[in-house]
């Protein structure tokens, strides 16, 4: 009987593989549904990776999976997905049937995140509870090491694995960030296992574990350095390390939010060098730096600073998130925020000690410390990298409302009383231990954005409404005291400390609540801010004020540029309303400018009429508020801004953006290059080649366009020399043959702009133009002459002579008197 049972799995395996190939997702996930209901935990456990992998893709990218990120509410398939991936649903059914056996499946280690690996392979025990006693030792040594996950682990880690794995989707396929099944599902877990109402759901099979425990001893015949005896949990002791008999059933269920939580945040947030990893994981460098703090103000000198307590930034992974990647991560900042701020108003203002243990539940002290203990120090290493090196474009938006998100939690406080407008809603007091917990979240990313500003095309509205944004959210009243405080705290001086050496201190990393409205004493707060900056930057770090004057003379830079950009835009603003008002209806009948770079200028859609007023008003708005800010007054903004020059004449704007001349044309140089970036000068963006050759317009007939081209074509390979001499004669027959073979706006026109001599050359030689004679204008102007001819009792030809000689008297008045008619 043993061989049956044996070969059963197996062929159950081969069936779903190839049903996989044959029927639809309907049918599979029928079928799948029947399979998890009727087979035993024994049977299901050898075809839950293929599984797992069939439905998220495989780790390496090759495997697709089902899309999810490309299976929309518009599409059949997405229904079938999601109620087969519901927290409820069959999928996580077969994980708790799993998960009740203890099961485990290996994930290899060199797809765990970069630091999390590079560590690993150093022979350093990551401290995180996800990577403790889970390590498979193979005889072939460290570097193929497997981690063996239980199945909940191993699901939740191909799931937000799949995030990030580069995939290769069908050519003209792009997922919508927000609406698609991933994203959807990522909500829809966070809510169900960090719920902000209620508990977490029990699971419907019995789980023999009870709940997490601890770490076994390490190996004898392995040695990890930083491996000490401390309680690896997140949470408190007690919670994860009471007998399973007598554990709360809130306490046994817990274990599933904290594992998601810290897989979404290992996988999602996990850019930062291995020695910066190590300095924020290990308790040992911790407790170092802190004594070493502690002891600081009682020595003459200052010794050197323990391992790991400086600033390391010497290893940095290859990193470039998707705008899909930041906008999930944005995601889980507001839940969590919601999350935490679902405490009850009782457990607000009692501290976590020994004494509150018996009556405070562990989904209450998990809201309390989730997020400073579990998101703080690698979303602002994320962060960080992102101001850093993500494109000058409007991209940056999602990195920007991200960051925005983290630092006003109290937009997520669920409160619906009394509604104000964001410009008018006053910080509640209670944040300010946030503000300060979390000072360089406001300050060096606020720094970070200022250097990004500054060299950002903010006559483009996107932009320009980033800046708008960060200002409006800083300009909220009492947000630029709180960090103003938090700045002085934290350049108070060493000594405070010392007195209070014996206290055992509650870090936020501990911890600590920021959401008690108790009044601390003073030295507690001035220890919990110099402890937040010093453990995300390190001990030597040299900290720059956001009110200091360093700071300060860079926004009155960004003010500069801003006050640039506003001109610019009214610039271009002005232009485009004079190049409407050529191209009117009356133009329509040749009183316009017959100029076809009118009509193919090159401009953005971004430099439209009613995108440059939203950019004016985005930048009004964000000088007022900046004033606010920095507490500028309207004459200090009225003396810089007048000091740029800004009332001069508009002959500087039109000048060319700073160049030098190369063998093939300008060259721009540094200068010229930030000219053009501040919106200073700019060249004027007009087709160069050759005219005949524009794109087809949709006032011309595209039969009659290539018809003359070819007619023109010919007469001017045939004719060209004859031509040129034509042209080039002094007397009246060369104006007459230059005025009607040459453009004579051309040569002011090239120089407007870098271009080849080649191209130069090129389009200023004399040639035959039938091009006009194919607008559909000109071919309605003819119709209506004609009939005017006829109805004088003129046939076609005298009226088409009575045409031609109109149209010479014409070319000859303007080449007479067009100059003058120019200048007036």
């Keep these: 009987m043993a061989a049956p049972t044996l070969q059963q799995p197996s062929f159950l395996l081969a069936n779903l593989k190839a049903d996989s190939t044959t029927k639809s997702i309907l049918q599979r996930c029928q079928d799948l549904v029947k399979i998890i209901d009727d087979y035993p935990a024994k049977e299901l456990h050898l075809i839950f990776p293929w599984l797992v992998e069939s439905v998220f893709g495989s780790l390496d990218g090759v495997i697709a999976g089902w899309n999810l990120r490309l299976l929309h509410s518009r599409s059949n398939e997405y229904n079938i997905a999601m109620d087969f ?213 009682s020595m003459p000198c200052q010794p050197h600073a323990p391992p790991g307590s400086g600033t390391l930034h010497t290893y940095q992974e290859p990193f470039s998130p998707t705008e899909e990647h930041v906008l999930v991560v944005r995601l889980l900042v507001k839940h969590l925020h919601a999350f935490s701020n679902s405490l009850k108003p009782e457990q607000l203002s009692s501290l976590p000690s020994a004494h509150s243990h018996a009556h405070t539940s562990p989904l209450e002290e998990f809201k309390r410390v989730v997020v400073q203990r579990f998101v703080q120090q690698k979303l602002y290493l994320f962060l960080q990298h992102c101001f850093g090196h993500w494109p000058l474009d409007a991209s940056f938006r999602a990195v920007l409302e991200t960051w925005l998100s983290y630092i006003q939690p109290w937009r997520y406080t669920g409160e619906k009383t009394n509604p104000q407008p964001d410009q008018n809603r006053t910080v509640p007091d209670k944040w300010v231990s946030f503000v300060q917990e979390n000072l360089l979240m406001y300050t060096k990313l606020f720094q970070g954005f ?163 007023k939203k950019t004016h008003e985005f930048l009004d708005r964000a000088l007022e508020n900046l004033c606010q800010i920095f507490r500028l007054n309207p004459g200090q903004l009225t003396q810089l801004i007048s000091n740029l020059g800004l009332s001069q004449d508009d002959a500087n704007y039109k000048q060319l953006p700073d160049c030098v001349p190369g063998e093939n044309g300008l060259v721009l140089t540094d200068v010229g290059r930030m000219q053009i970036i501040n919106g200073l000068r700019r060249f004027e963006i007009e087709y160069q080649g050759d005219p005949e050759l524009q794109p087809i317009r949709s006032y011309e007939n ?70 006009p004679l194919a607008s559909y204008r000109t071919l309605l102007m003819l119709l209506l002459l004609y009939l005017f001819g006829a109805l004088l009792s003129l046939g076609p030809v005298s009226s088409s002579l009575l045409i031609l000689v109109g149209g010479f008297l014409y070319g000859l008045f303007m080449m007479l008197f067009g100059d003058k008619l120019k200048s007036h």
């Design 85 to 297: 991936l519901d927290p409820s649903g069959p999928m996580m059914k077969l994980v708790y049937k799993l998960q009740a056996e203890e099961y485990k499946y290996e994930i290899p280690v060199n797809y765990l995140p970069g630091p999390v690996k590079a560590s690993i392979q150093e022979g350093v025990l990551p401290d995180c509870p996800l990577f403790h006693n889970k390590l498979q030792f193979p005889l072939s040594g460290l570097l193929t090491l497997n981690l063996a996950l239980n199945p909940f682990e191993f699901y939740m880690f191909n799931f937000a694995y799949s995030l990030i794995t580069p995939k290769n989707y069908p050519q003209g396929h792009h997922g919508s960030a927000t609406d698609n099944a991933y994203f959807v599902l990522v909500d829809t877990y966070l809510k169900y296992f960090l719920p902000t109402e209620g508990s977490v759901p029990p699971s419907p099979f019995s789980d023999s574990r009870g709940s997490v425990t601890a770490p076994s001893p390490r190996s004898p015949s392995v040695s990890f350095a930083g491996y000490g005896v401390h309680s690896p949990s997140l949470l408190k002791h007690h919670i994860f390390h009471q007998p399973s008999v007598n554990a709360d059933p809130a306490a046994q269920e817990i274990w599933r939010s904290e594992t998601l939580l810290q897989m979404f945040v290992e996988i999602w947030l996990h850019h930062y060098s291995l020695e910066m990893y190590q300095k924020l994981q290990s308790p040992q460098v911790k407790l170092a730096l802190l004594q070493y703090r502690l002891s600081m103000s």
């Design 450 to 612: 200022l250097n990004r500003a500054v060299r950002t095309d903010l006559v483009n509205a996107k932009n320009a409404l980033m800046v708008f944004r960060v200002a409006k959210v800083f300009a909220q009243p009492n947000l630029a005291d709180m960090i103003q405080k938090g700045e002085q705290l934290f350049l108070e001086p060493e000594h405070v400390l010392h007195h209070r050496q014996h206290r055992g201190y509650l870090t936020p990393s501990q911890g600590g609540s920021y959401l008690s409205p108790r009044q601390r004493v003073v030295t507690d707060t001035v220890f919990r801010v110099k402890s937040h900056v010093y453990a995300l930057e390190g001990q030597d770090c040299q900290y720059k004020q956001m009110f200091g004057t360093e700071l300060r003379g860079a926004v009155l830079k960004l003010i500069q540029i801003i006050a640039q950009a506003r001109q610019t835009a009214k610039r271009i603003s002005d232009h485009s309303i004079e190049v409407a008002a050529n191209n009117s209806f009356l133009s329509w009948f040749g009183f316009g400018s017959p100029d076809l770079n009118n009509t193919f200028s090159g401009a953005e859609p971004e430099e439209t009429g009613e995108c440059l």
């Design 702 to 771: 595209a039969l009659l366009v290539r018809l003359f081209y070819r007619i023109s074509s010919l007469v001017n390979d045939r004719f060209g020399g004859q031509m040129n001499a034509l042209c080039s004669r002094p007397d009246f027959l060369g104006r007459l043959g230059r005025h009607y073979l040459t453009n004579p706006d051309s040569s002011t026109r090239l120089r407007k702009s870098p271009v080849t001599r080649r191209t130069l050359e090129k389009n200023r030689q004399p040639r035959l133009s039938l091009r």
